[in-house]
């Protein structure tokens, strides 16, 4: 029949929900590979603290829980009926899957209505059930699973919404609307956020509603919802790039004298700014990622983010830091590289001042810098896309290198000003063609077709 349980979603404050988690068989993958078929929801019940909920005796019957008699006697009675209507389904000869399984547990009558009437629409627990669902799924829509950056975005956004609700309660799925957009931005613009920020949980909060609208476990219609009022913002920034004489100087750089976490934290800066890999992929090498084809040696990863394979040349700069290290450098975090290579820019005298220009709190402000407090570990990935085009590698091949999955993306990598721009045109083949000394006076092109 299946396996029923009751788990626990623990927030980071506040309330702990209480939901099913019924496991019923397995179903095969297009890779062969079988994967457990769950239904999971929300029964509408919640413990004051993690530590009073015990698996076997339920909610502990304790002074912060005042209700524990009743809710314990309402769950093992959901238990019940819920395993006794899947057998009746299942001798009826009807298929199990999540809509059914839904059906059943509203169809016991004190879940639904108490749920109903004890909590109405309660936008913390499906904030809740949302993160829940992102943890524990195994595939997104386009069949990857969920990264680690893409599960900490959503619950960074689940925690601004949460505190965001506090002074903007949501009573009716009515109440989201544009005008709880207009609060929400005008709220995040106070709190000092930034409009790339804004945008990214404005896009999060946009996916919540898709999951409300969407989901087996909710179906909720938000019917004065308008998605494409919901704007997300999005400010070109003007990021550093390194150029390929200030990665060498790097590379030169006697680092001999300070602790090794700065020469690897510089040999794995500078692969990535030679090679064009994310960091995420670059602290996954290993030496069985190198292979040889037709005498060259290439890196072969699989990207971490789009599930893709890449083959990248190992150039001669990256081989003499492979050599240097006996092998691929041991990795690192990211916080890590962050904080070692801008010491490692300064001591390499990269320190021309650099200004950026943002939104940040509704106000358009800039900031000077000298150039090394600038740079990150994304600077390296940057750093390749732009050097790379300004070195007249067209998008294409350089997109198959750095993994890009569309042009527009892999724009805004390259930051190029108008006038490094209008070189790069002068010197293309088809720009240096237009001369006359290439045509004949009847027009035909002397050069003749192979």
Same mark, same amino acid.
């Given at each position: 029949?299946?396996?029923?349980?009751?788990?626990?979603?623990?927030?980071?404050?506040?309330?702990?929900?209480?939901?099913?988690?019924?496991?019923?068989?397995?179903?095969?993958?297009?890779?062969?590979?079988y994967?457990?078929?769950?239904?999971?929801?929300?029964?509408?019940?919640?413990?004051?603290?993690?530590?009073?909920?015990?698996?076997?005796?339920?909610?502990?019957?304790?002074?912060?829980?005042?209700? @524990?008699s009743?809710?314990?006697?309402?769950?093992?009675?959901?238990?019940?009926?819920?395993?006794?209507? /899947?057998?009746?389904?299942?001798?009826?000869?009807?298929?199990?899957?999540?809509?059914?399984?839904?059906?059943?547990?509203?169809?016991?009558?004190?879940?639904?209505?108490?749920?109903?009437?004890?909590?109405?629409?309660?936008?913390?627990?499906?904030?809740?059930?949302?993160?829940?669902f992102?943890?524990t799924?195994?595939?997104?829509?386009?069949?990857?699973? &969920?990264?680690?950056?893409?599960?900490?975005s959503?619950?960074?956004?689940?925690?601004?919404?949460?505190?965001?609700?506090?002074?903007? &309660?949501?009573?009716? &799925?009515?109440?989201?609307?544009?005008?709880?957009?207009?609060?929400?931005?005008?709220?995040?613009?106070?709190?000092g956020l930034?409009?790339?920020?804004?945008?990214?949980?404005?896009?999060?909060?946009?996916?919540?509603?898709?999951?409300?609208?969407?989901?087996?476990?909710?179906?909720?219609e938000?019917?004065?919802?308008? &998605?494409?009022?919901?704007?997300?913002?999005?400010?070109?920034?003007?990021?550093?790039?390194?150029?390929?004489?200030?990665?060498?100087?790097?590379?030169?750089?006697?680092?001999?004298?300070?602790?090794?976490?700065?020469?690897?934290?510089?040999?794995?800066?500078?692969?990535s700014?030679?090679?064009?890999?994310?960091?995420?992929?670059?602290?996954?090498?290993?030496?069985?990622?190198?292979?040889?084809?037709?005498?060259?040696?290439?890196?072969?990863?699989?990207?971490?983010?789009?599930?893709?394979? /890449?083959?990248?040349?190992?150039?001669?700069?990256?081989?003499?830091?492979?050599?240097?290290?006996?092998?691929?450098?041991?990795?690192?975090?990211?916080?890590?590289?962050?904080?070692?290579?801008?010491?490692? @820019?300064?001591?390499?005298?990269?320190?021309?001042?650099?200004?950026?220009?943002?939104?940040?709190?509704?106000?358009?402000?800039?900031?000077?810098?000298?150039?090394?407090?600038?740079?990150?570990?994304?600077?390296?990935?940057?750093?390749?896309?732009?050097? @790379?085009?300004?070195?007249?590698?067209?998008?294409?091949?350089?997109? @198959? /290198?750095?993994?890009?999955?569309?042009?527009?993306?892999?724009?805004?990598?390259?930051?190029?000003?108008?006038?490094?721009?209008?070189?790069?045109?002068?010197?293309?083949?088809?720009?240096?063609?237009?001369?006359?000394?290439?045509?004949n006076?009847?027009?035909?092109?002397?050069?003749?077709?192979?």
């Amino acid at each position: 029949m299946g396996t029923f349980n009751y788990k626990l979603r623990t927030a980071t404050k506040g309330t702990s929900s209480i939901y099913i988690q019924f496991s019923y068989g397995k179903i095969k993958q297009p890779n062969g590979k079988y994967k457990s078929r769950l239904y999971r929801s929300s029964t509408g019940y919640t413990v004051n603290k993690p530590k009073n909920w015990l698996e076997k005796q339920r909610i502990s019957e304790v002074k912060a829980e005042p209700n @524990a008699s009743v809710w314990n006697t309402h769950l093992t009675t959901l238990q019940t009926e819920f395993e006794k209507r /899947v057998n009746e389904a299942l001798n009826n000869g009807e298929s199990l899957d999540n809509d059914l399984l839904k059906e059943i547990q509203q169809s016991i009558d004190f879940t639904k209505k108490e749920t109903e009437k004890r909590k109405g629409f309660n936008l913390n627990e499906l904030l809740e059930d949302w993160v829940n669902f992102y943890e524990t799924r195994k595939r997104t829509r386009a069949g990857r699973k &969920p990264t680690k950056g893409t599960i900490k975005s959503i619950k960074n956004t689940k925690e601004t919404l949460t505190e965001f609700l506090k002074s903007n &309660p949501i009573s009716s &799925p009515k109440k989201i609307n544009t005008s709880l957009y207009q609060d929400l931005l005008n709220y995040l613009e106070r709190a000092g956020l930034t409009n790339n920020t804004i945008g990214k949980i404005v896009k999060n909060t946009k996916t919540f509603f898709t999951y409300l609208k969407e989901d087996d476990n909710h179906h909720i219609e938000l019917p004065n919802y308008m &998605p494409s009022k919901w704007v997300v913002l999005k400010e070109e920034i003007d990021e550093i790039y390194l150029s390929n004489e200030e990665l060498m100087k790097i590379f030169y750089l006697d680092l001999s004298g300070v602790k090794e976490s700065y020469s690897r934290a510089r040999d794995l800066f500078l692969i990535s700014a030679f090679t064009g890999l994310r960091i995420s992929d670059n602290k996954r090498l290993e030496e069985k990622n190198i292979i040889i084809m037709e005498g060259h040696r290439f890196f072969k990863i699989e990207s971490k983010k789009t599930r893709e394979e /890449v083959y990248i040349p190992i150039v001669e700069v990256v081989e003499e830091i492979l050599n240097r290290n006996g092998g691929i450098p041991k990795p690192m975090a990211d916080q890590t590289i962050n904080e070692l290579i801008k010491d490692v @820019a300064e001591w390499s005298e990269i320190d021309e001042n650099h200004t950026i220009k943002r939104t940040k709190g509704g106000k358009e402000i800039e900031e000077t810098k000298p150039k090394f407090e600038w740079v990150k570990s994304h600077t390296a990935r940057r750093s390749f896309c732009t050097n @790379a085009y300004l070195g007249d590698m067209d998008s294409i091949s350089i997109m @198959a /290198v750095s993994n890009h999955t569309t042009e527009k993306n892999f724009m805004t990598y390259i930051k190029v000003t108008k006038k490094q721009q209008a070189l790069r045109n002068a010197k293309h083949d088809y720009i240096r063609s237009l001369s006359p000394s290439n045509f004949n006076e009847d027009g035909s092109h002397k050069l003749k077709a192979v």
